[in-house]
């Protein structure tokens, strides 16, 4: 198999951790993985204009909510 520049980071540097983080962290993954099953992640770098856009706006939804919530 034939591995992305992103994907071998992430392999050497999965190998580099001791054994019982190594094997905690594959825990968590494989569940995350089963949280959104039909999804891949997206490895590209470039984002486009409009996808910074509905980032920022994203982002500043989710502060505005949160923010009500903090001050109680």
Do not use: C, G, K, Y
Request: glycine share 0%.
């Amino acid at each position: 198999m034939q591995l992305n520049p992103r994907e071998a980071s992430l392999v050497e540097v999965f190998r580099r951790l001791p054994p019982d983080t190594a094997a905690e962290l594959s825990a968590l993954a494989e569940r995350l993985a089963t949280l959104s099953p039909h999804h891949r992640i997206d490895w590209s770098d470039s984002w486009t204009d409009e996808d910074l856009q509905d980032f920022r706006a994203a982002s500043l939804r989710r502060l505005e909510t949160e923010e009500p919530e903090e001050s109680q």
